[in-house]
């Protein structure tokens, strides 16, 4: 991913902004992946994780210090300490109990938000903060270099991480509470603590993702925190396949080129596009696809 990311930097020295936006996106949807690929459960809540991460760093830089790594520290600490809070409450239910109140959740993280304009500036959002040069050498320029290397860095990190964890006999506990709940608990499996702790661990990146973007960006929004990005981030993981990690990325590869490239061309009906290759995944996943593609491969001389 490392080597990916530097050989795309090289080559689009004018999307270097596309470049980070993909790399903040592909690690929210990867949490994502863990809360609903991995531990199997349905939330439309991860806003609310990316928008504290995204909001703590900002105030953070606003301040108290502008070094950009202690900043990204604070969005996770955010983002882990939203995920625990609200985990111990919200995983006491499942289904569509535990979806709803997700929801919940967010609207009320994004009440407070709009009710602490000291804080977060309200509906205008939070800006006229400065992000220190990165290590204390490498500047945030316009162009955007520093920032897309940084994203791409750490996502690479967080990848690695949400990989080491998955695999783990914890994330393999928490796979077979997502295949048989009833069964892991009849084995003397810690349900509840292991799920608690996956979640944590989801709002740990979420809230790494929104420091990136605040950072980067250096204006954070209301649309942080909003049921619409929550919804989007879902689609994403549909599109690439939930429960693989590596899906997390495609999904969030290919929905925001997409994004990028029929907004550009219709900016009114992009959304037709999305909605279109929505149902072409939905109806035609992506195990079929590949066997159907190599039976034909196989017929042909």
């Known amino acids: 991913m490392l080597a990916v990311g530097l050989v795309a930097c090289w080559a689009l020295p004018d999307q270097l902004g596309l470049l980070s936006r993909l790399a903040i996106t592909a690690l929210l949807v990867l949490s994502l992946d863990l809360v609903v690929g991995i531990a199997g459960l349905a939330t439309l809540g991860q806003a609310a994780l990316f928008g504290v991460g995204a909001y703590a760093a900002g105030i953070f830089a606003l301040r108290l210090h502008p070094d950009p790594l202690l900043g ?34 967010a609207q009320i993280v994004l009440s407070l938000a709009q009710k602490a304009r000291d804080w977060t500036g309200g509906d205008d959002g939070l ?35 949400a990989r080491r964890v998955v695999d783990s006999p914890f994330g393999l506990a928490v796979r ?16 509840f603590a292991r799920l608690l702790a996956m979640y944590t661990v989801a709002g740990t990146l979420a809230g790494a993702a929104g420091a990136l973007s605040a950072q980067t960006n250096a204006i954070v929004g209301m649309d942080s ?21 590596t899906g997390a990325l495609i999904g969030a590869l290919v929905f925001t080129l ?20 929505l149902m072409v995944v939905v109806l035609l996943p992506p195990q079929k696809a590949w066997s159907w593609l190599r039976a034909r491969m196989g017929a042909a001389p």
């Open 72 to 105: 990204l520290a604070v969005g996770m600490g955010a983002g882990a300490l939203l995920a625990f809070v609200s985990g111990a409450f919200l995983l006491r239910y499942s289904g569509f109990t535990f979806l709803m109140l997700t929801v919940a959740v």
């Open 127 to 161: 800006s006229g903060f400065t992000v220190g040069p990165l290590l204390g050498r490498f500047a945030f320029d316009l162009e955007g270099r520093t920032a897309a290397l940084y994203a791409i860095v750490v996502l690479a990190v967080g990848l690695y991480l």
């Open 176 to 191: 077979g509470i997502h295949e048989n709940r009833a069964r892991m608990a009849a084995l003397g499996t810690p349900v």
């Open 225 to 245: 925190l909003s049921f619409a990005l929550s919804a989007e981030l879902l689609v994403m993981l549909i599109l690439g396949g939930a429960g693989r990690l």
């Open 258 to 277: 997409l994004h990028h490239t029929a907004a550009s061309m219709n900016p009114y009906h992009w959304l037709f596009v999305v909605g279109a290759a």
